[in-house]
């Protein structure tokens, strides 16, 4: 499975971004999708994760109520939509890939994308 991020920018405080992650291969649908940030200077955070049927979602505690991932099987497709962003918000986001079984944890997912960088001006 190949992975594209893409829909990063900058914005202002209080704005919203959504970002796309287009996966290649007819199997998507069999895959656990996962959203992750690096910050400079630290470490990489889970952000969101989906199961693959679009069925559950889940979310770090910081973006709860304010992000939201949904998927698009039939267009290999996952999405996040970020609102009320904030200045820590800012990072690079990487979309990531497990063979059916979702996780938080970055070192179970096998397939990565080249990341997008958000970046929220305060």
């Known amino acids: 499975v190949q992975l594209q991020a893409y829909g990063g920018g900058l914005v202002q405080a209080g704005g919203s971004l959504r970002l796309s992650c287009a996966a290649s291969g007819r199997t998507f649908s069999s895959y656990a999708m996962g959203w992750f940030r690096q910050a400079p200077g630290k470490g990489r955070e889970f952000v969101a994760a989906?199961?693959?049927?679009?069925?559950?979602?889940y979310y770090a505690d910081s973006v709860k109520g304010r992000f939201t991932i949904s998927r698009d099987n039939a267009k290999n497709t996952v999405y996040l939509q970020m609102n009320s962003l904030k200045p820590e918000d800012t990072a690079v986001y990487y979309c990531a890939a497990q063979w059916k079984v979702v996780s938080i944890s970055p070192a179970d997912y096998t397939y990565w994308g080249q990341g997008t960088q958000v970046t929220v001006s305060s």
């Open positions: 989906i199961t693959w049927s679009g069925g559950n979602t």
